[in-house]
Every structure is written in structure tokens, then in C-alpha cells.
């Protein structure tokens, strides 16, 4: 079974990888929820592994920060090593945009500031992060972002090799230089590229070419909003002094560009939208619910003990808490202790309200009523309602109120008599009126005939339409006059086409003799730029003549270029032809000129210029013949378009060619010794190796070999002794290359003298020393080809 940190329960796996797990647990004694990162025994056996998991501990003591993960605990056993964390209720913002491809701009502001205000705190205790991507910004289920994972984080200035996630890696990391804030400034950009646009700014998956892009590639910014170009522009910058000195200068960038771009609720409106992706990702947060705000680090207390007094079967605890913490002398201990009662639960209790106006409430006296404009009643039945219970009383109860009034006049007796005389005189007078006006009416509605309306005449009796406009952000709007007579309700109908197609109708009605003025406008969404607008206006009843139709003819659309991409492929060796792929996107139809440079090393060699038009994205290709391949050398093709252009770089790679290797000379002395001279002849100077073999009867006695490289023809001279070489035997010289020469290999050799028979003995002939004469080499020795 796998170790497991003692004084925990484990409860499930969140997740795994190459260097080890992260489980969710709880701690025995407070119940608290905790992350729990596990080294796995493989790399924990590594050399450095374990030391450099013990350094991710130490570098999180220091970081306390409300955007950084925040370490409990370190423990460290003979059987494992582990980083306990707090836990963050929420998922990876790569696991949002696996999901959903984009955050939205407002989400994607949020998530960078959160970000550069955790790295600001690493960058103030002189750590760069080094790793920072979407794998490592964890999102909670309030739309607030944490750094974890500091598992390659150096200290600044640190001269290491480089190291991180190749596609967020900065330039300075690429090119071997040591990691600085301006480092993790590059990688947050990056990550809020991928939040704005879905896709990371370079994207090769080879590692040099994406080496190649982050050093000198374009900023593609036009693949984000406008508005975040400046900001994304700075946060990539090729050279690090060109970016924000630090994640909190940077910050004042992001807050200025996001309130001009998306005003002052931006930082609301993005938390909210990063909250919501994370609830449609519910099934990955560690807790279905908020974990409770127990997590404090009163619950985690440091205590130095003597080694061996807390070195729990031989483990060693770090642990964080409102104290610093404390390492011991030698044998390093750290225990878990002082740990404090769990937290109870949190009672709720009832909102009932109270009948003393509250220091914090007005008072009821203070209330405004509440009129039957402002609201009604408050169910509640607070005493704080009471004015709106007194507007509901002053609106529904006038009665009551006439019949509470006479209680207080009981009381003092005298008015009695008065309601006496008050239904006397009610009677009295309701008959009086009665019998005068009935007679009145009868003779007023007898005047019929004079009654002023005859059958309804009424009728338009002109119409007219005034120019049709459409204007920048395609708004069409015409007046409509008409003259009506009568004094009837005129429905004026007014309808918009474009080319023909209606798009929207419109009614307004007048009424009453005279003249009247209506406007009638639509909004047409995009400019419908070329196309020919309609406005048919009619009435009913009809105007003389019908309907009255006014139109307007739009001018083309100026055409803009919103995009311009340009790849360049370059074929292997012996290949001389390069090939350029692009792509231009624009707003219009109408033509975009384009123009295409080639140059190698920074000087052009060739252009290219053609027109565009009749479409609003376009693809072309063209390809450019070197006369020789220029191995070694840079070839860029930069497209114009517009106002805008692209460059995309190659770098031609030219393995080494050999034409030939040949043996000019080989031949032996006396001694044995055999001396040659090789000549090798290449395409280009990149580097060959010779290799030239000496043997003896077929068997091989010695070889050796030579770099050469800087020329394209070269000349050596290589000699070896045989020790004994018997007479009769053939000895032989080759001389190879790799890359293997056209010609293959080249061997020269020749023969020892044969062996003479055994001499008979004999007399000296006079003058004559009986020793054969001996040249300095055999003749006949040197080889053919």
C-alpha cells in the first residue's frame, strides 16, 4: 500500500502525475479539509528529487497570500515525503478552457490580475515561479484564482539550466539565461492570451521552432480584442527589460486597460463569469459546497522540540502557522501539535425582529411612508414596515375610519344631536334635485339632428416621405409628413427592405385635422455596404396616390484587413525551393494589394505583389528557387497586407554532402612503415568526419580519424609502421567519410617482396660485399584506386 501522512484520512485522488499524487484529506484531529501532494517513491529516489521537494516546502512558508495556495504542513518519513495544502474548492483554469475554449475578457482580466498579485508576493520574496500555466492557476467556486505548484521555483538571479512548460516559457529561458519576475510576467501573458483566444500565442510542437517563435516570432495580437493589445504587447515583449518591472506594475496595467475597455464593474462581472464556469464543472470541485472558513492558521501551530522528543519514527514535520517556523539544530524535527478544538457548528438563528428601534435601522418614526407609488406593505409585519402599513391603511380603510370617529364624540356627550338633523336633511335634499334634473336631460339629447358627426370623413389628403439616410453604424431613418382631415385615428405603415428583402416594419398612428410629422428608424445591424435600401411608407385610409417609396443606394464599404498570417516551408536537403503559405482576412470585398518579400540572412533576394478582391479571406501560395541551397542560412518571407503584415522564419538545415575521398599517394619503406594522402571534397563546410583504416592480409591493424570542417576541399597525410609485416603479404590503405562521399570508400595498397628461397652457400664474387642494396621504399608499392 501506498504511505500516507500520518494523522490524516484520506478521502479520494484529485489527481496525478509523473512526480507524484494529490489527494483530498482531512485531518484527524480539526476535521479540516486539506490537499495533501505525495512525492512518488520512483522520483523520490532520485538524486536531488527529494531535497528539491523539501525546497518547494520551505519557498511556500514564506508565501502567504490570498492568491497562493497556502502549505500547512510538510512531512517527511523514511517511507515518503508529502506537502500538506489548503485546500481550494474550485478546478484548473486548463480544465475551463478544455470546457469552454475561452473565458471572455472581463474573466481573463481577472484571472491575470489575481495571478501577477500571487506572483508580486512570490517576487517579493526574490522567488520566480518559473511555471507558471493553466494547469498550475487553480479557480474556486467564487470566481477568485490561486498559484500552486511551486514544485521548479528558484530564487531571483538563480543561474540554472532552463526549465518549465515549453510554451510558456520567455525568451530568456530559451536562450539560457536566468529566470526573473519579468519571467513570470511573460508567462501570465501567455495564459491570458490563451483565456482571450482559446489557443496559446505560439503553438509549434517542435521544440526548437516554438524556441524559435517565443525569440523572434511576431506578437500575434491581433488574434485578441483590440483593447487588450497594448497590454498583451507589453507582457510579451522579446526582451525582458521591455515588460513591466514587476507583477505589481503590471497589475496597474491590467486595471487601467480593463475600466477603460469594460468600466468599473469589469472585476464583478469576470469573478461572476469565472464562478459560473466553474459551477458548470461542479462534478470537479473537491466539495459539492463551500468548504466552511475554518481553515485559519490558528489551527496549525509551530512547537520546537529536541529532535529526539518529536522525531516521530523518525519524520520530520515543517508546518506553517501565525508564527515563523522554526528548524532545529542537527536533526531537524518539525511536529504537528497545539492544535485546537475543532469548530463547532455554527447555529442559525432566526432573524426575528425586534419591537426597540435598532441602532443601526432608523427608527419607525423615520421611515418614509410608503405610498401606493413606492410599494406596499411589508409582510413581514416589522415594525420598520410601519409606514408602509400606514400607506395600506390610508389607502383602504377611510371607512373604519368614519366609523371610529364617533367613540371620542360619545365621550363628551354633547354632540348627540348632531347626527339627528344629519340624515334629516340627507333625505331632504335628494329629492329636491331629483325632480329637476329629470326633465333637463330629456330635452338635451332631443337636439339630434345637430350632432357633429356624420358618417366619419376622415382622409389623408397628402403624404410625403423625406430623404432616406443611412449613416456610419447603418441606422436608416426618413421622416414621414401627411395632412389628414377629420378627426379619426390615420395607422401610418412604414416598411424597410434592403435589395428587395424586407427586413423591418413599423407602425405609428395620429389622429385629429391638420399636419403631423413622424420619424421612422431601423437599426440594420452590420452596413450593408453597396446594397440599395427601401422605405415604403402607406396609410390607411390610403393617401392620394398609395404608397410613397423612397430609397437609398450605400456606397462599397471601404475594405479594411482585420488579418494577415504567412507560414514558409522549407523542403530537406538537396532541396532549393522555399514555399510560403498565407492568409488574409478582411472587412470588405473591394481589393487589398498584397505584397510578398523572400530574403535570406536580412537581405531580400526576391518580392511578390498581387491584388485581392471579391471575397473576404483568401489564401495563396508561392514558392521562391534558391540557385543553390543556402544551407545554414535564414530565409524570411514577410507578407504586407494593408496596413498590416506578418514574417514567418526558417532556418535551412543542410546535412553535409561529400562528393569524393580519394588515396592520391600510399606507399611503404623498408620498415614497414606506410604513409598516404587523402583528399576529401565537400558541398558545403558544415562538418564530415574521415576515417582511414590500415590492414594487412584483409585484417584491420590500426585506424584513425579526423574532424574536418570550415572548407569544401581538404588534403591529409596519415602514415603508420606494422610492426612485423612477413615478406609475401598484401597491405592496404582505405579512407572513408560520413556522410558516406558519392564515391563511396577508396583503397590503395600493394605488396611486400616475395619470400626467397633459402640461399646455397657460396663464394663471394670479388668485389662484390654479398648484402643487396636497399632503397628507402618498395617499389611497385603504392596502390591503384
Known amino acids: 500500500m501506498e504511505w500516507s501522512a500520518p494523522g490524516y484520512t484520506e478521502i479520494r485522488q484529485l489527481g496525478a502525475g509523473g512526480s507524484g499524487r494529490v489527494v483530498l484529506a482531512v485531518h484527524d484531529e480539526t476535521g479540516i479539509s486539506v490537499a495533501i501532494k505525495y512525492l512518488s517513491d520512483l522520483v523520490r529516489h532520485e538524486p536531488g528529487a527529494l531535497a528539491a521537494f523539501r525546497a518547494e516546502a520551505e519557498v511556500l512558508t514564506t508565501l502567504v497570500d490570498p492568491h497562493i495556495a497556502r502549505m500547512w504542513e510538510y512531512v517527511q518519513e523514511p517511507q515518503g515525503a508529502a506537502i500538506v495544502m489548503e485546500l481550494v474548492n474550485g478546478v484548473s483554469l486548463r480544465a475551463l478552457l478544455r470546457e469552454n475554449g475561452t473565458t471572455g475578457p472581463e474573466a481573463a482580466l481577472v484571472v491575470l490580475k489575481g495571478s501577477l498579485l500571487g506572483l508580486e508576493r512570490a517576487h517579493r520574496a526574490h522567488v520566480v515561479h518559473r511555471d507558471y500555466k493553466p494547469e498550475n492557476v487553480i479557480v474556486s467556486d467564487d470566481g477568485v484564482s490561486k498559484l500552486v505548484d511551486f514544485g521548479i521555483a528558484v530564487r531571483h538571479g538563480t543561474a540554472t539550466r532552463a526549465t518549465g512548460t ?27 492570451f490563451e483565456c482571450l483566444t482559446g489557443h496559446r500565442p505560439y503553438r509549434s510542437t517542435e521544440s526548437h521552432v516554438l524556441g524559435y517563435q517565443h525569440l523572434h516570432a511576431p506578437i500575434p495580437v491581433h488574434d485578441a480584442p483590440e483593447e487588450m493589445h497594448e497590454l498583451i504587447a507589453r507582457g510579451l515583449a522579446k526582451e525582458p527589460a521591455d515588460r513591466p518591472p514587476s507583477a505589481a506594475a503590471f497589475v496597474a496595467d491590467v486595471e487601467r486597460a480593463a475600466l477603460a475597455a469594460y468600466g468599473e464593474e469589469w472585476e464583478e462581472n ?49 508546518l506553517v502557522g501565525t508564527a515563523a517556523v522554526v528548524v532545529a539544530a542537527g536533526t531537524t524535527g518539525y511536529v504537528l501539535a497545539g492544535r485546537e478544538r475543532p ?21 419607525p418614526a423615520t421611515l418614509p411612508t410608503v405610498t401606493p407609488e413606492t410599494g406596499g406593505g411589508d409582510p413581514s409585519g416589522e415594525p420598520g414596515g ?28 354633547a354632540p348627540p344631536p348632531t347626527p339627528t338633523p344629519t340624515p334629516t336633511r340627507t333625505p331632504t335634499a335628494t329629492p329636491t ?31 410625403n416621405v423625406g430623404g432616406l439616410t443611412v449613416d456610419a453604424d447603418g441606422l436608416a431613418a426618413a421622416t414621414v409628413s401627411l395632412r389628414t382631415t377629420g378627426t379619426g ?8 427592405a434592403v435589395d428587395g428583402q424586407a427586413v423591418h416594419t413599423a407602425r405609428q398612428r395620429v389622429s385629429g385635422s391638420g399636419a403631423h410629422t413622424r420619424a421612422f428608424s431601423h437599426g440594420l445591424g452590420e452596413r450593408r455596404c453597396g446594397r440599395v435600401v427601401t422605405l415604403t411608407v402607406s396609410t390607411s385610409p390610403a393617401a392620394p396616390g398609395g404608397a410613397k417609396t423612397v430609397r437609398a443606394a450605400l456606397p462599397e464599404c471601404p475594405t479594411a484587413v482585420t488579418g494577415v498570417r504567412v507560414s514558409l516551408d522549407v523542403p530537406e536537403a538537396p532541396g532549393r525551393a522555399v514555399r510560403a503559405q498565407l492568409a488574409v482576412e478582411t472587412s470588405g470585398t473591394g481589393k487589398v494589394p498584397v505584397t510578398a518579400t523572400v530574403a535570406l540572412n536580412g537581405d531580400q533576394v526576391a518580392s511578390r505583389s498581387l491584388s485581392l478582391s471579391g471575397r473576404t479571406a483568401y489564401t495563396r501560395a508561392f514558392s521562391h528557387t534558391f540557385g543553390e541551397r543556402p544551407c545554414g542560412g535564414t530565409v524570411a518571407v514577410t507578407v504586407k497586407a494593408g496596413d498590416r503584415q506578418d514574417t514567418a522564419r526558417a532556418q535551412v538545415p543542410c546535412p553535409a554532402r561529400v562528393r569524393q575521398v580519394s588515396i592520391a599517394r600510399a606507399a611503404m619503406n623498408a620498415r614497414g612503415r606506410v604513409t598516404a594522402v587523402v583528399t576529401v571534397s565537400t558541398e558545403g563546410v558544415q562538418p564530415v568526419r574521415l576515417s582511414v583504416a590500415f590492414g594487412v592480409g584483409g585484417r584491420t591493424q590500426h585506424s584513425e580519424s579526423a574532424e574536418l570542417s570550415g572548407q569544401t576541399s581538404y588534403s591529409r597525410t596519415v602514415a603508420f609502421a606494422f610492426p612485423r609485416l612477413p615478406c609475401g603479404s598484401t597491405w592496404a590503405v582505405t579512407a572513408a567519410t560520413s556522410p558516406a562521399a558519392a564515391n563511396g570508400t577508396d583503397t590503395a595498397g600493394g605488396k611486400t617482396p616475395a619470400c626467397e628461397p633459402p640461399a646455397e652457400t657460396a ?3 670479388p668485389g662484390h660485399s654479398g648484402q643487396e642494396d636497399t632503397d628507402n621504399s618498395v617499389p611497385g608499392q603504392s596502390g591503384g584506386h
Open 433 to 463: 334635485p331629483t325632480p329637476t334634473p329629470t326633465p333637463t336631460p330629456t330635452p338635451t339629447p332631443t337636439p339630434t339632428p345637430s350632432t357633429p358627426t356624420p358618417p366619419p370623413t376622415t382622409a389623408v389628403s397628402a403624404l
Open 270 to 318: 469576470g469573478r461572476r463569469r469565472l464562478a459560473a464556469l466553474v459551477a458548470l464543472l461542479a462534478l470537479l470541485l473537491p466539495h459539492p459546497e463551500t468548504p466552511p472558513p475554518a481553515t485559519s492558521s490558528s489551527f496549525f501551530q509551530t512547537v520546537f522540540r529536541t529532535a529526539g522528543r518529536t522525531a516521530r519514527r523518525h519524520g520530520k514535520r515543517l
Open 343 to 363: 469548530p463547532t457548528a455554527i447555529d442559525v438563528v432566526a432573524a426575528v425582529p425586534t419591537t426597540s428601534p435598532s441602532p443601526e435601522l432608523p427608527s
Open 763 to 765: 663464394t663471394p664474387r
Open 386 to 413: 410601519a409606514g408602509s402599513n400606514t400607506g395600506q391603511a390610508a389607502e383602504t380603510q377611510p371607512p373604519s375610519s368614519a366609523t371610529s370617529a364617533p367613540p371620542p364624540a360619545t365621550s363628551t356627550g
Open 166 to 192: 515549453p510554451p510558456y516559457m520567455a525568451p530568456e529561458l530559451w536562450s539560457g539565461e536566468p529566470a526573473s519576475p519579468a519571467t513570470d510576467v511573460y508567462a501570465a501573458t501567455v495564459v491570458f
Open 489 to 496: 385615428a390615420v395607422t401610418i405603415t412604414a416598411r424597410f
